[in-house]
Nanobody, 124 residues
Framework: QVLLVESGGGLVQAGDSLRLSCAASGRTFSRYAMGWFRQAPGKEREFVAGITWSGLKTYNADSVEGRFTISRDNAKNTVFLQMDSLKPADTAVYYC?????????????????WGQGTQVTVSS
């Protein structure tokens, strides 16, 4: 069982940065691949970024490549999403998710546990 709690969302202007955090409970956090997803109003949930349990491999969606960076600190049971050069199109609720495997999946169905989400709003 893994409990995930996101934080760090807020209202920012275009071009600003935010750093999201996802704190996980459970002693086996380091054995889970982690992902960040987002969902805008009226749209389906979409993959943003993923990281393997070792942290050695990451993958970003094309829409955020070069602007967002996913990382993790297994000693602190935390995964991060550094978001730079934010755009209004990045406005969404952001969710972190954990999947029991050592590979990155862009499918939400591959993840076993989800956080409650944190709102990110980017004004123009």
């Amino acid at each position: 069982q893994v409990l995930l709690v996101e934080s760090g969302g807020g209202l920012v202007q275009a071009g600003d940065s935010l750093r999201l955090s996802c704190a996980a409970s459970g002693r086996t956090f380091s054995r889970y691949a982690m992902g960040w997803f987002r969902q805008a109003p009226g749209k389906e949930r979409e993959f943003v970024a993923g990281i393997t349990w070792s942290g050695l491999k990451t993958y970003n969606a094309d829409s955020v490549e070069g602007r967002f960076t996913i990382s993790r600190d297994n000693a602190k049971n935390t995964v991060f999403l550094q978001m730079d050069s934010l755009k209004p199109a990045d406005t969404a609720v952001y969710y972190c998710a954990a999947g029991w495997r050592d590979s990155i999946s862009r499918s939400s169905r591959s993840y076993d546990y989800w956080g409650q989400g944190t709102q990110v709003t980017v004004s123009s």
